[in-house]
């Protein structure tokens, strides 16, 4: 059983552990909570269908005591400038300082593919020498061809990439998740 941990406004409130964490970022709206919640089996993560309401970094404690992180999304939402830049100097101080290990898992909507800003984020775990995984999500609103251009786009990132399709409301690609991160 999964279980939520706290929610972090601040450096001085980051959850102190000693193990790495899985940490889930990507645009906002791309289904982040909703995959945390389809993972974990159970409503642990809140889930909006309104673009950035997640703005604390969210830690979790997986059945197999792993510790999951989900990040507030990036790009497109409905608050101010000035919170979105808050928010993005909270995730990059979490990047730069936090002293847990960390894999990021990338998520990327298979309808709409990548964006300018998800390119950017790429630059910027590259630059922080941060490993990551991508997760395609929502490839049951997506066609075939979408779906092969995301994936096939995915892997020319790195070569010691892994790519996962998955579908939160369908279940579909969750176990491989699941498995592949020992959650």
């Known amino acids: 059983m999964w279980k939520y941990l706290k929610s972090a406004q601040d450096q001085n409130s ?7 964490e899985i940490v889930f970022w990507g645009r906002s709206n791309v289904g982040k909570s909703s995959l945390i919640n389809s993972l974990a089996e159970s ?3 809140k889930t909006s269908s309104t673009p950035g309401r997640t703005r604390l970094i969210n830690y979790f404690e997986t059945t197999n005591k792993k510790i999951v992180v989900d990040l507030p999304g990036y790009g497109f939402a409905k608050m101010s400038k000035k919170d979105q830049d808050k ?3 909270i995730i990059d101080l979490y990047f730069s300082s936090s002293s847990n290990q960390k894999t990021v898992c990338l998520l990327i909507d298979a ?3 990548f964006l300018p800003i998800d390119l950017e984020m790429i630059e910027y775990l590259n630059q922080k020498n941060i490993h ?3 997760i395609i999500t ?3 609103k997506a066609n075939q061809a979408q779906m092969h251009k995301v994936k096939k786009q995915a892997l020319t990132f790195s070569i010691n990439i892994n790519v996962f399709l998955v579908s939160s409301t369908k279940k579909k690609g969750i176990s491989d998740i699941l498995e592949f991160f020992k959650l």
Not at 14 to 20: A, L, M
């Open 87 to 89: 928010i993005s100097s």
């Open 111 to 113: 309808k709409i593919g």
């Open 43 to 45: 409503k642990v993560a």
């Open 132 to 134: 990551f995984d991508i």
């Open 14 to 20: 980051w959850f102190q552990h000693e193990g790495e």
């Open 138 to 140: 929502k490839i049951d």
